[in-house]
């Protein structure tokens, strides 16, 4: 089956760097989404990976490695705005463009 | 330009009616999905539409029904809803159904039944 883990709380100091870990088990893997979502809004686009690498945007970087399922979300230089959840979501081959979403890390930043 | 948006934002509805969401994608995009997401299960897909045909469609009970318009407007519809069905229900849309598009998402319709 498929499956996407992600830790469930962090929190961080404003200013502060942040690693978000998303690691998956699937099976026919096609690409890798990082979204934003705060509390009663819509998830928001962050990041798209589907090569091996880093990608950044920002105070935002995207890193995978397929090899080994791994994903991971850096936010630098935290601000109270960042305080929200952050989803991972896989696409599949088998799943066609659905996206296949983690439960989420809820992120917390205070000053 | 305007976003993804969704109608009615909250309802309250009863175990046994039916409910029919709507959703208006951004102008020119022509997928809409649909996914449902609830506190012990996240964010999972329901189904997909593209051109006014079902592309693709979650593990979801034959309940759960969508249909899009020749203008790329999207319903989906719940019938004989169940407690269970509470959830906040969001509508997405990207510009065409190839791998590599960004999805972005409306702000979804919250859906009590009680």
């Known amino acids: 089956g498929q499956n996407i883990d992600q830790p469930t709380e962090m929190t961080a100091t404003e200013g502060a760097i942040v690693q978000i870990n998303c690691t998956y088990q699937t099976s026919g893997f096609n690409g890798l989404f990082w979204y934003q979502q705060h509390a009663g809004e819509a998830p928001t686009f962050l990041s798209y990976n589907v090569l091996d690498g880093l990608e950044e945007k920002g105070r935002f970087s995207s890193f995978l490695s397929r090899s080994k399922g791994y994903s991971y979300l850096l936010l630098k230089e935290l601000q109270m705005k960042d305080s929200a959840s952050y989803l991972c979501?896989?696409?599949?081959?088998?799943?066609?463009?659905?996206?296949?979403f983690g439960k989420g890390t809820t992120l917390s930043v205070s000053s | 330009k305007a976003g993804v948006t969704q109608t009615p934002r909250y309802l309250i509805k009863t175990r046994g009616q039916q409910v029919t969401l709507s959703c208006s994608p951004i102008?020119?995009?022509?997928?809409v999905s649909w996914y449902q997401q609830t506190p012990g299960q996240g964010l999972q897909f329901l189904f997909e539409?593209?051109?006014?045909?079902?592309?693709n469609k979650g593990n979801f009970p034959g309940r759960f029904s969508g249909r899009q318009f020749s203008n790329s407007r999207s319903e989906m519809n719940v019938s004989t809803l169940e407690l269970g069905d509470s959830a906040l229900y969001l509508c997405a849309s990207s510009l065409d159904v190839g791998l590599g598009n960004t999805i972005y998402f409306g702000e979804g319709s919250w859906l009590t039944v009680v």
């Open positions: 539409y593209f051109s006014e045909t079902q592309r």
């Open positions: 102008s020119g995009h022509r997928s």
């Open positions: 979501a896989v696409r599949t081959h088998q799943a066609g463009t659905a996206l296949i």
